[in-house]
């Protein structure tokens, strides 16, 4: 009966938040009362090379350890061999070391000698298993290339080609070698057949000895044909978010497991096989093949603002840990290292914004970016602890960063969890010496989401920025289901809501790659053919798409009581196209009846677009499965006060389109 009475009871959603006056984000005059101005750029991605997001992932690179540079302190199983088989068909024989007396480059030490003793019939050679196989579509084309050096005087017939394990899957490209120093050859295979678990066959087909180095085959369909470029249909499943921005290359990636495991950028650019590979932190291998350029290309690609992060002049304080022995700790570098380092993000910056006549932005013309990359922001740090070894170096970065790059966005840590010590003395030092952003990350269970809701309602609105770097809802056995995504959703109309104070946010980790996942859970699942997006991604993608710039309390109300942990609302209008956009999160299991009051905003259409996401709680997506949770989109007729039953365990997103656009829209055509 008490429940029935309270029944009318309308449950504000939309907290008044009035129209505060706020600096960083650009104000526009004359908002109607009830609205504020909000970061424009809230919903991005942050990418990081775990779970095999860069090789074997993103970067579209289809063999596995190309250069040799394998060893076991990337993973303690593997050598300079490791996805490579010595090749002896037809009867061959002979021999393969790895040597390093004579490199392709100084920085790409390892190289394959082989040593043909008799070729057989059908040559001796290597054959590379890629990652889990090669993936290869029939009637596609792919570029395959090699560095090679005669040992012996004689030329070498080079035959390539693909197979599976039934037999041949493409044409034979065969080539002569020529001379006795380094020297890249490239062949065009096309695959005869689709296949998931294909092998790159290369073998020399006479006696003798040769050098080989960056074995190296790419699908011609790269995104955006870029060479040296991206998996396409990957790369296209995170465009399909639309992301404002994207933060990279880590995570705990960058600041590395101890001080010579920090990410240098000045590495990863430049001719590939000049690039200095690396331990992956993460228990792999950084080809760095997706390196710096490929990044800043990335996001111009995507249309998302780069947010590179560097760290802050010291290693993560869990260095050494787990299964290494003798862990390090956090180390910071010296004063003399620190000047260097210093300098390497200044040439950073140079290199990103640079005219092509500086010496950096010379280089980012080289490889075919005369223009600027646009960089407006960067990162200092990640999840560091906040001791005096770190203070002193972040601030020395920051002073310097700060007086030459006045138009740099700064973004600060608050350590690697949403409240105690580092996350206190985070935020009192990013206080003390005005970091213009701090970074703050967490990873909590569902209930943590739906429990802090209010989180940023009462942060200062003249302190740092924050910048929601890290987060996603943790379910049991930390799956992604749909009431963890629903959680999600629940906060990021709180982070909406607050988006005169959260600048950006973004879901981590972004890729997984099935079988070779560090952590779980991720936005984006993938193998070598399938990509499997989680519910989790079409929350992202559902909000990210429907952005906007302006935020109007009390639009959306709930029509049922004791409502507080289960529904939430948001209302923005994106003042490009002048569309309002309603999202209506509901985390209970039966429908929530809700109340629409547009009375203040004019110039609307009377229909709108409805897309929701809603089904069994517990339910996952599984990769190509029919049963997905997937978008479902329809039409609706409005009115200026309208009603909404929001579905049992739902997300919906209203779109209503602005009459101006749609009459434009009309004009345009004719
Ligand atoms: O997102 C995975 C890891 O979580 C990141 O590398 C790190 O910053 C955090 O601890």
């Excluded at 229909?607 to 996401?613: E, F, S, W």
Aim: aromatic content about 12%; overall charge neutral.
């Amino acid at each position: 009966m008490k429940k029935l009475a309270c029944f009318f009871v309308y449950v504000f959603v939309c907290m008044g938040m009035g129209a505060q006056a706020q600096t960083a984000h650009k104000l526009k005059p004359k908002l109607p009362a009830g609205s504020k101005a909000i970061s424009p750029h809230l919903f991005g991605i942050f990418f990081e090379d775990i779970n095999y997001a860069a090789d074997g992932g993103l970067y579209a690179e289809l063999i596995q350890n190309r250069s040799f540079e394998y060893t076991a302190s990337d993973n303690r199983e593997w050598h300079p061999l490791t996805a490579w088989r010595f090749t002896t068909e037809g009867f061959g024989y002979g021999t393969i070391t790895i040597e390093t007396n004579s490199p392709l480059h100084a920085n790409n030490p390892h190289y394959a000698v082989l040593n043909v003793e008799d070729e057989g019939r059908e040559g001796v050679g290597l054959t590379n298993t890629g990652f889990d196989g090669i993936a290869v579509k029939g009637g596609e084309q792919y570029d395959f290339s090699v560095f090679i050096k005669q040992l012996t005087d004689n030329s070498f017939p080079v035959t390539v080609y693909l197979k599976s394990r039934k037999g041949k899957l493409s044409n034979e490209a065969t080539f002569n070698t020529q001379g006795k120093d380094w020297k890249k050859y490239t062949a065009a295979l096309t695959a005869t057949e689709t296949n998931d678990s294909a092998m790159l066959v290369i073998v020399a087909k006479t006696k003798g000895k040769l050098a080989l180095d960056m074995i190296s085959l790419f699908p011609k369909k790269t995104f955006r044909n870029r060479p040296n470029g991206l998996r396409a249909d990957l790369a296209q499943t995170i465009a399909d978010l639309q992301p404002k921005f994207m933060r990279f290359p880590g995570g705990c990636l960058v600041h590395g497991d101890g001080l010579g495991n920090i990410y240098q950028w000045k590495n990863t650019i430049g001719p590939v096989e000049q690039r200095i590979t690396q331990r992956n932190i993460w228990n792999y291998h950084q080809s760095v093949g997706l390196g710096y350029f490929e990044y800043f290309q990335f996001c111009e690609d995507i249309g998302a603002k780069p947010l590179p992060v560097v760290a802050a002049g010291v290693s993560c304080q869990n260095s050494g840990g787990t299964w290494r022995i003798g862990g390090t700790g956090q180390k910071g570098f010296t004063p003399d290292e620190m000047k260097a380092y210093i300098q390497d993000i200044l040439d950073l910056i140079e290199y990103a914004n640079g005219a092509p006549t500086t010496t950096w932005g010379a280089k980012r013309a080289a490889a075919g970016h005369p223009e600027p990359f646009k960089l407006e922001y960067i990162g200092i740090g990640n999840e560091d602890k906040i001791t005096p070894v770190f203070k002193e170096r972040f601030k020395m970065i920051y002073d310097v960063v700060r007086a030459q790059h006045p138009e740099i966005t700064i973004i600060g840590t608050t350590g690697p969890f949403h409240s105690g010590e580092d996350y206190d003395l985070g935020w009192q030092f990013a206080n003390e010496i005005k970091v213009d952003m701090v970074d703050e990350h967490y990873y909590e269970k569902p209930e943590w989401f739906i429990n802090n809701l209010k989180r940023y309602d009462t942060y200062a609105r003249s302190a740092s920025k924050v910048y929601v770097g890290e987060y996603a809802a943790h379910d049991a056995g930390r799956k992604n289901t749909l009431r963890s995504a629903l959680a999600e959703a629940l906060y990021m109309t709180s982070l909406e809501r607050n988006g005169d104070v959260v600048s950006f946010a973004s879901y981590a980790p972004l890729l997984g790659r099935r079988g070779h996942t560090q952590w779980n859970p991720n936005l984006i699942y993938f193998t070598g053919t399938q990509i499997c997006p989680t519910i989790n991604y079409y929350v992202q993608k559902l909000f990210a798409n429907n952005d906007g710039d302006i935020y109007y309390s009390n639009i959306v109300t709930a029509h049922v009581p004791d409502t507080a942990k289960t529904f939430a609302a948001s209302c923005v209008k994106d003042s490009k196209t002048g569309d309002i956009i309603l999202r209506i999160v509901n985390r209970d299991s039966v429908p929530v009846p809700a109340k629409i009051n547009l009375g203040s905003l004019g110039g609307l259409q009377s229909t709108a677009v409805v897309t929701t996401l809603s089904g069994d709680p517990m339910a996952e997506n599984r990769c190509g499965d029919a049963q997905n949770i997937i978008p479902q989109t329809s039409n609706i007729s409005i009115g200026k006060s309208f009603s909404y039953q929001a579905p049992a365990n739902s997300l919906s997103v209203i779109r209503i389109q602005s009459r101006a656009k749609v009459k434009k829209q009309h004009v345009e055509k004719k």
